[in-house]
């Protein structure tokens, strides 16, 4: 047997580095500090919907403060700098007003981009330039239907914006995809919407691709929202259709849902809900994936209508991903190769997750999250989460871990149909400062269960937005424990009433009522739930 001496010069020189290694680490962790934030207005509901770190060191919170576009500005510890809100007109009041998504611009300004309507009229696209304290640079509203919401975006290389939502034109026909070009000035460039056979196509991602066209991760959802495809939408520089593919897998799944793509030096990153869980996947330029990852059914990454869902890169040490599923979330973190690194449940209803610039994770969301067996508490909360690289805060988390099962997901070509009719007019809104309480601390949790078996919602209404028929399906509750169910408008005036529980089990038919916002009640032997219905026809 050989034996090796290594000299002592270099024993000494490889503890060195050993010791400096550790040093560098656990500097690097104590400068990542962690805390839990909770923000309050005790009059008004706000809610918060993404963020995006500034050019000035601090944070911007995108979201709506009763019913109308709201942005909450942050310091790097959480305190509120600035809560502004923008009403579509001065003294008018907004239907259905959110900032759904907000960006960075190259120019060291903001997008700010969502939905907005007056009481009355059409729910329309709204994207707003802003600088880094909310002062509007340009405003527009989009209308390519009676019914749109920007529901992702991105600035694109000339600092322009692509834009992509949910389109409604006619309540009988499917409902398209609608992606907006706006160039730097906010002005119209080219519009296009896109449809996938007899289904509602709703954007879950737009990103602008390496040789100047874009790639679009789309829903594609029957009429009963029984079953779901994703489907890959690429176009070129102007919109034109380049290709189409849509989601298979080896059970033939009628349930195969996006999350979110992100770009990657040779392709995609995507994430998918299967009914056997959570996939991550990268795929070439053409959509043909080259490997991939997935989690058990216990660890769905489901994604809502309304709200983008949390996927983001950490530079050189892999990717971050937030499910903000129907219940309090969770934060998944994974290596280059997709492998699993750790875990963390979170007290609140997550809707996007921050890498920051000193490391670490700053995750926003909203409360408060309600448990089966506990009370309804009607006034909002945004929730923020500062963690380390490791994941760990000073509340609000608690480890968990997941067991890798892969579920084996490819794309086929699929055909879409193309139309461009839009309308574009700029829009002059009246902003308005409000205040928004910041403490220490958890949103509020209610009643007892923890985890999956928690409820923010307590129910669905299907579909929301509708032309006025829709059902309801408890999530928080059964049916036999209700004791009255009530249906109002948006000034409380009750439009109807019932203390049967089979009313649960009915479809209701309210094709009478205006278009608008109305709140449904539904009190509990558990508790009152509180869910807002849109009826759009």
Known sequence: MDIHLIPRRMKRKSYLLLVLSL?????????????????????????????????????????????????????????????????????????????????????????????????????????????????????????????????TAEVTSDNGVILAGDVRTDPSSPRPAGIVKLGPDGSLQWAKKFTKGNYSNIPRSVKQTPDGGFIILSAALDNQGLQTASTLIKLD???????????????????????????????????????????????????????????????????????????KEVPGEGFIILNHSNYNSSLVRLDTGLNYLWSRDLTLYGCDVIPRPEGGFLVIGNGPVEGNDGPSYIDTQIGIIALDSAGNSTGCVTPNTLQSDPDSVWFEPTDIV?????????????????????????????GIGTGKGASLQGFKIIPNPSCGIFSLRPEGFIQEDVRTLQITDSMGNSIFQSDDPSVLSRNFNLENLADGVYIIV??????RFERKLVIRK
Request: charged share 15%; glycine share 10%.
């Open 522 to 527: 539904i009190s509990t032997d558990n508790g």
């Open 237 to 311: 520089a102007l919109g034109n259709l380049e290709w189409s593919k849509t989601s298979i897998d080896a059970d033939q799944s009628t349930f195969i849902t996006p999350n979110n793509l992100i770009l990657q030096p040779e392709g995609y990153l995507i994430t998918l809900t299967t009914l056997a869980g959570g996939i991550i996947m990268k795929t070439d330029y053409s959509g043909n994936i080259t490997r991939w990852n997935g989690f058990g059914p216990d660890h769905e990454w489901f994604w809502t209508a309304d709200m983008p869902a949390g996927l």
């Open 418 to 446: 193309t139309d461009t009719t839009v309308t574009i007019r700029s829009l002059h809104p009246y902003i308005f400062d409000v205040e928004m309480l910041s403490d220490t601390g958890c949103v509020f949790y209610v």
């Open 23 to 151: 040093l560098t680490f656990y500097t690097s962790m104590a400068q990542q500090t962690t805390f839990t934030r909770v923000l309050i207005n005790w009059g008004f509901e706000a809610e918060s919907m993404a963020g995006t770190a500034t050019y000035d060191g601090n944070y911007m919170i995108a979201g709506q403060f009763f019913m109308s576009p709201m942005l909450i500005k942050t310091d790097p510890e959480g305190s509120v700098l600035m809560t502004r809100v923008y009403y579509p007109q001065d003294g008018i009041f907004n239907q259905d007003g959110i900032f759904n998504i907000i960006l960075p611009t190259h120019d060291s300004c903001l997008i700010a981009a969502g939905n907005t309507g007056i009481e009355g009229n059409d729910i329309e696209m709204l994207c707003m330039k802003l600088s880094m304290d909310g002062d509007t640079l340009w405003s527009v509203r989009i209308e390519p239907g009676d019914y749109a919401k920007v529901l």
